[in-house]
C-alpha cells in the first residue's frame, strides 16, 4: 500500500503535488471555520469546483497516457489537448487556492503583523511609501498604476505561453513550476505574517485619495479591496513583486529580447504596488528574495522530481 501511494504522489508533477497538499488543509479549515464570524459562504463553492476541476484533472492524466490516443488522428489530437490542459490547469488551482486562503488567514492566525511591517519601512526608508508618494498623486498616473497592477495575470500566464507556443519545453517546466511553487510558498507566508497593508493601517493619515476615471473605478471593483480588509491577508511577501520579478529573471535567461521588452512593464507594476497603498516597502524586498530563491531551486526541484516520477509525463 505503501509503495503504491508513493508511485501515485510521483507519478504527479511537483506542481500538482503542492496543489494536493494546500488543498487538504483548506479542506480542514472550512470544516472548522464555516460558522464563524468572516467568513465567506462562496469559499465552499470555490473549494467543491476546485476539488472536483482536481479529480478530473487526474482522470487527464490517466487518459494522457493512453497508447490508444497515438493510434488515429483524432486521437493524437485529443491528445495534445489533454495535455495542453494539464500544462495549464496548475495555474487555475493556484489562483482557486489564493482567492480561498486569503480570506481564511485571519481566521487561522488571527495576529496580523502590520505594526512589525510598519516599523521595518521606517527602519529602511525613514518614512512610509505610501505618503511619500501622496504629492504625486493625479487621476491620470492613478489610472496607469491600476492599469498596471491589474495586469498581473495577463503577464504572469503570457511568458509561459511564448515558451510553450516556442516549443522550448524544457524552459517553459522550469519557468512554469518555478512560478507556481513561489505563488504556493507566498501563501504559506500569509499564514505565518498576516498583514492587511497600508491601504487600511495609514488609512488615517492619508490625505489624497486614489481617485481616477473608469478605468480606476472598474479594477479597483473588481479587486474588491473596500469590503476586504476585514479579511483579506495578502502583502507579506509581495507576490505581485516578486512573481514578476521571477518572470523578469527567467526571461532574461530564456528570452532575452522579451526581457528587455517587458522590464518597463514590469517597473511600473512594481511602482504600482506602493502608489496604491497596497503593499510595504518590506514587502517588496521579501517578494525579491523569495523569487531570486526560486529561480535557482525551482528547476533543481523540478528535476529531482522528475527523476523521481516518470519520465514520459515531462514531454
Known amino acids: 500500500m505503501k509503495n503504491k501511494f508513493v508511485k501515485f504522489i510521483f507519478k504527479l508533477r511537483l506542481e500538482e ?6 488543498l487538504l488543509p483548506m479542506l480542514v479549515f472550512l470544516f472548522l471555520f464555516h460558522d464563524k464570524e468572516g467568513f465567506r459562504a462562496s469559499n465552499i463553492d470555490r473549494f467543491l469546483i476546485t476539488a472536483l476541476v482536481f479529480i478530473v484533472f487526474l482522470g487527464i492524466i490517466k487518459l494522457k497516457d493512453l497508447k490508444v490516443l497515438k493510434e488515429t488522428k483524432i486521437g493524437r489530437w485529443i491528445s495534445h489537448l489533454l495535455n495542453f490542459l494539464r500544462e495549464t490547469l496548475p495555474f487555475a488551482f493556484c489562483i482557486s487556492i489564493y482567492t480561498n486562503m486569503h480570506d481564511m488567514v485571519h481566521l487561522v492566525n488571527p495576529n496580523d503583523v502590520d505594526a512589525l511591517l510598519i516599523a521595518w519601512d521606517e527602519f529602511i526608508l525613514g518614512t512610509q511609501p ?4 501622496e504629492p504625486f498623486i493625479s487621476p491620470n498616473l492613478t489610472d496607469f498604476m491600476y492599469f498596471s497592477y491589474g ?3 495577463i503577464y504572469v500566464l503570457l511568458f509561459p505561453f511564448i515558451l510553450y507556443a516556442k516549443g522550448d519545453m524544457i524552459a517553459f517546466r522550469e519557468t512554469t513550476v518555478s512560478i507556481i511553487l513561489t505563488f504556493y510558498i507566498g501563501y504559506i507566508g500569509y499564514l505565518i505574517f498576516p498583514a492587511v497593508g497600508p491601504k487600511f493601517t495609514l488609512a488615517h493619515l492619508f490625505e489624497t485619495s486614489l481617485t481616477g476615471s473608469f478605468i480606476t473605478d472598474q479594477i479597483s471593483f473588481l479587486m474588491d479591496y473596500q469590503i476586504s480588509a476585514f479579511t483579506r491577508r495578502d ?9 514578476i520579478f521571477l518572470i523578469l529573471l527567467f526571461a532574461f535567461k530564456h528570452n532575452r529580447f522579451f526581457g528587455w521588452v517587458f522590464l518597463p512593464f514590469a517597473l511600473s507594476l512594481f511602482a504600482s504596488t506602493l502608489y496604491l497603498r497596497y503593499h510595504y516597502f518590506i514587502d517588496m524586498i521579501a517578494g525579491y528574495a523569495l523569487a531570486t530563491a526560486m529561480f535557482f531551486v525551482g528547476p533543481k ?5 522528475r527523476m523521481r516520477g516518470s519520465e514520459n509525463q515531462y514531454i
Open 17 to 22: 503535488f503542492m496543489a494536493l497538499v494546500l
Open 301 to 305: 526541484l523540478h528535476r529531482w522530481w
Open 130 to 133: 505610501a505618503l511619500y508618494l
Open 235 to 243: 502583502c507579506f511577501p509581495s507576490l505581485h513583486n516578486g512573481i
Open 151 to 153: 495586469m498581473f495575470l
